[in-house]
């Protein structure tokens, strides 16, 4: 049997490697990076310069908690119709929901900003028509919508997940006792759908407040997202410093709320992953 | 309730599927607007295979979509044996945590972080490129491994261990054991866990457009450089052929998959027949 132990510790050890080669020292850069200038001294100066950003963080904050609250909004019941459904179909709309998120983030952001845009689909009807132009690309709510719109999918499937996976007896068990549909969705459904709604919030809720394409593409490079900010320092190998700062900030307040939330989601295997 | 939850499942999806549909259509438009369709043209995908720079770029990304999900899988799974075996709780549970990193964090800051790792190593050991091809594929694979050891994890829980035990018995080593009994049931996992890393490598825009350099541009990334400052149609054209490619690979794999379930059902109704039969 001691080979056999030998074999099995083994089979991990190539992993282990890669792992702590590319997985954790790179995070030790960043660290590193965040708190020394561009010299290599050590330095508190990136961290406590971070006061300046404070705006783009409460922006960034505020577009990402609107857009997972819409996505909430919306999921929720998509995600309630869907499991409703005759099985046959279930199937078929899945996919057409899980068709969108194979293609690449980058077509989806842009297919909308080809309606929004000034010289784009829905303001050309709109001249056609004779009204006045709608200036949408550049203002708060587009780059919300494009939030939405590209991270909705996310929250409909673990949701929908959880509660397909529902014990149908708990429903029969609370109409028996007296319950109306209302009552059902309010005191059974959502309360046991919790963990898929936890996974759907991350799901939504991490990309959006690190995303910089949506910004740079809807927001007309007039809203400046913790994400546009971090891409923009890194462009410049003098400033690697606050963007190392800047990324470790968040990076901790994301590990932060998500190991929070894995609290009130007791079992970590629910729609956590989605293919 | 029903006409409600039709007309809003059909609402939702309208808003889904309106954009990506109007700019399918508007790649096949003879004018280079967005506003008017003057007629059907192809020119925009004449205009796109001309272009050298995105065929290169097709090139690169297929080169790692490969070569990353069979790293990642051929690492990913003798990691999932490992972990699984692992008999001391504290220390699986902390190679998984760090497994799971890259899956947890935003992908800005692990983009970031190996871009500062690649070139802070690279500027130690004085070379002229740290970024490039073997920095993309370095990031691709992990990035892909935590995808990997997740599909292939549950399997090996799922395993029945006495016939593992039954082939140590009966005179295998342990690597026989491994690529004789528990290769094969671990393969649809393993199938799994390549495509899910096949299509995550060609998909990837965030960590590459850290990693990369202007030398070694992936799809993503050319859509990228080209969307940056002008509404190209030939985009649309690009745009529309991923999309294209996507949905038929879908069908495929839902078609492939409903099939082999018929067939699994057909021999399990099969087999009930005959077992009713004997008694």
Redesign the interface.
Known sequence: MKTGNLFRKAAAAPHILWSVMFIVFPLLFVIYFAFTDSYGNFTFDNITGLSGYTNTFILSIGFALIATVVCILIGYPLAYFISKTAPSKQKILIVLLMLPMWINLLIRTYSLMSLLDNGGLINGMLSNLGLPKLKMVGTGGAVILGMIYDFLPYMVLPIYTTMTKLDQRYIEAARDLGCNNFQVLTKVIIPLTVPGIISGITMVFVPSISTFYISQKLGGGTFDLIGDTIERQFQNELTYNTGAAISLIMMILILISLAVMNKFADNDEDGGIIV | MKNL?RF??GL??L??????L??VV?SFNTSG????FAGLSLKWYFELFKDKVAIKALENSLFLAVFSSLIATL??T??A???D??RNKKIQGA?KT??N??M???????G??????FV?VGGFLHFSNSLGRTSML??H??FN?P?V???VLPRFKQMDSHLSEAA?DLGC???QT?FKVELPSLAPGIA?GLM?AF?LSL?D?VIS??VSSPDFVTL?LY??NQ?AHE?KYS??AL?TI??LT??V???LI?FANADSLKKLKGKKAKRAKKLAGRD
């Not at chain 2, 808003?15 to 990506?20: G, H, K, R």
């Not at chain 2, 947890?104 to 692990?110: E, F, K, L, S, W």
């Not at chain 2, 970031?112 to 790792?117: E, I, K, T």
């Open positions: 939850s809003y499942i939702i999806f808003l889904l599927f309106a954009p990506i109007v700019l508007f607007s967005t506003t008017h690492i990913g003798f990691a044996l490992g972990i075996r692992m190679i760090v497994t990193i890259p947890m964090n935003p992908d800005i800051v692990t970031v972080s190996m871009m500062l790792f802070a370095i990031a694979v992990t491994l995808y050891i997740l599909s140590l080593t342990p690597a491994f799994a899910l299509t998909d825009f457009h850290f993503p859509v990228y969307t509404v985009m649309y745009c991923i999309i996507v949905l690979l879908l069908l839902n």
